[in-house]
């Protein structure tokens, strides 16, 4: 018998390619106060875990 396959890997089919519900949490910066996804530094003014960790960007490009 070959290995049963997880359900990780059963789940992981075309099919379940979907695209996830955006995950966003506020900007840790009370200045800031956006949307941005959890563990990962603000997209709109670079805070993560209360400092700077990439220059601000303003929002575009
Ligand atoms: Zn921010």
């Known amino acids: 018998m070959q290995h049963?396959?997880?359900?990780?890997?059963?789940?992981?089919r075309r099919a379940h390619w979907k695209a996830t519900a955006p995950a966003l949490t506020t900007c840790a910066n009370p200045a800031c106060g956006k949307a941005t996804p959890p563990h990962h530094a603000c997209q709109h003014c670079?805070?993560?875990r209360g400092r700077r960790?990439?220059?601000?960007?303003?929002?575009?490009?």
Not at 4 to 12: E, F, G, P, Q, V
């Open 4 to 12: 049963r396959k997880s359900r990780s890997r059963t789940h992981h």
């Open 53 to 61: 960790v990439l220059p601000p960007t303003g929002g575009d490009t």
């Open 46 to 48: 670079g805070f993560y």
